[in-house]
């Protein structure tokens, strides 16, 4: 199956910085990109979509100003938390699908804490 | 709106034995698939099974089978000989109609259930 790598897979960071997290398709162009939060022993809560070149689409109650994502090229997208706070602390799964594939292809995740 | 249901939270089962993972959906959507997708301990999604609602047969990908009864709005994932190592969390989703553009679909995942196998 096609590849997706997240990095970085954990960080810790102080309450207040700004995180960003990169979502890569390795072996196929990525028409959209999707990222989902996972809190533990729940499943997963999409948060956004995005479209090369495009803005990104938010779900309700998903802050798009503290929530940064940026799908500049086919291959990666990037979402930055900003201003992180210890509720931001959760797992971040990135998932990619091409144009003319219907399976999403999950990445790794992101173990984000902050303190 | 899509809602994916999986009844059990935990299920066990004893090494080489099979398992059924239920899973019921709801949709308007008269075209729809339905996946299965493996999440270990390190917390990757792993992709199983997919079965489309017009797919005459159901789907089956090694010892992975999904029985896809779609007047019951069902599609319980079967595993045979279970292997300590599927011991995972196991969410079904699925995808309806309602798109991201460019052709990609949304999911809309199930609470999951935590299988264990037992030595």
């Known amino acids: 199956g096609a590849v997706v790598s997240q990095h970085p897979s954990w960080v810790i960071c102080k309450s207040g910085t700004s995180v960003k997290i990169e979502c890569r398709s390795l072996d196929f162009q990525a028409t959209t990109m999707f990222w989902y939060r996972q809190f533990p022993k729940q499943s997963l809560m999409l948060m956004a979509t995005?479209?090369?070149?495009?803005?990104?689409?938010?779900e309700q109650g998903v802050e798009k100003d503290k929530f940064l994502i940026n799908h500049a090229s086919l291959t990666l997208s990037t979402l930055t938390v900003t201003s992180a706070h210890p509720e931001d602390s959760s797992f971040y799964i990135c998932?990619?699908?091409?144009?003319?594939?219907?399976?999403?292809?999950f990445g790794p995740g992101t173990r984000l804490t902050v303190l | 709106a899509q809602k994916i249901t999986q009844t059990q939270p935990g299920m066990f089962v004893q090494e080489k034995e099979a398992v059924t993972l239920d899973c019921t959906y709801d949709t308007s959507d008269p075209s729809y698939g339905l996946f299965w997708y493996k999440q270990p301990s390190s917390g990757e999604m792993i992709f199983l099974i997919y079965q489309g609602s017009y797919d005459q047969q159901n789907a089956t990908e090694g010892r992975y089978s999904l029985n896809f009864q779609k007047a019951r709005k069902s599609a319980n994932l079967v595993i045979s000989a279970s292997q300590l190592g599927d011991s995972a969390m196991y969410f079904c989703?699925?995808?309806?109609?309602?798109?991201?553009?460019?052709?990609?679909?949304?999911?809309?995942f199930g609470k999951g259930t935590k299988l264990s196998v037992i030595p």
């Open positions: 995005s479209n090369e070149g495009s803005k990104a689409t938010y």
């Open positions: 998932s990619a699908s091409g144009r003319l594939a219907d399976t999403q292809y």
């Open positions: 989703a699925m995808r309806g109609l309602s798109y991201s553009g460019a052709g990609s679909y949304q999911l809309t």
